[in-house]
């Protein structure tokens, strides 16, 4: 059974970093493309980035591109997204989710999103919140 936990959230100032952690168990992270998304209170979840396998391509979301940086480290089937300048838009909760493809599935308009809806798995997120 896979499962996605999330974890390196927490309370910053406007201007901080955090980095967020994705553990993935029962899944060899390796062969798969790892996503982020966020979801603020009363707005819609938002592909915030995305990492391919093998080929090292990563995508980001227009908010966040230039300040967050996606990353995995294969041996330790993890997942990071180092967030820094932070904003107090940023605020939200953040989800890792794989629908164990390769690649990332970037759409026009939908942006960064999961193309296999029946082998998705979502962890349960980490709790962001950007204030003064």
């Known amino acids: 059974q896979v499962h996605l936990v999330e974890s390196g959230g927490g309370a910053v100032q406007p201007g901080g970093s955090l980095r967020l952690s994705c553990t993935v168990s029962?899944?060899?992270?390796?062969?798969?493309?790892i996503a982020w998304f966020r979801q603020a209170p009363g707005k819609e979840r938002e592909g915030v980035s995305c990492?391919?396998?093998?080929?090292?391509?990563?995508f980001y979301a227009d908010s966040v591109r230039g300040r967050f940086t996606i990353s995995r480290d294969n041996a330790e089937n993890t997942s990071y997204l180092q967030m820094d300048s932070l904003k107090p838009e940023d605020t939200a909760r953040y989800y890792c989710?794989?629908?164990?493809?390769?690649?990332?599935?970037?759409?026009?308009?939908?942006?960064?999103?999961?193309?296999?809806?029946?082998?998705?798995?979502w962890g349960q997120g980490t709790l962001v919140t950007v204030s003064s």
């Open positions: 029962g899944l060899t992270l390796e062969y798969y493309a």
């Open positions: 989710a794989t629908d164990r493809e390769m690649t990332c599935t970037v759409r026009p308009g939908t942006g960064i999103t999961l193309d296999n809806k029946y082998l998705e798995v």
């Open positions: 990492a391919n396998a093998g080929d090292g391509r990563t």
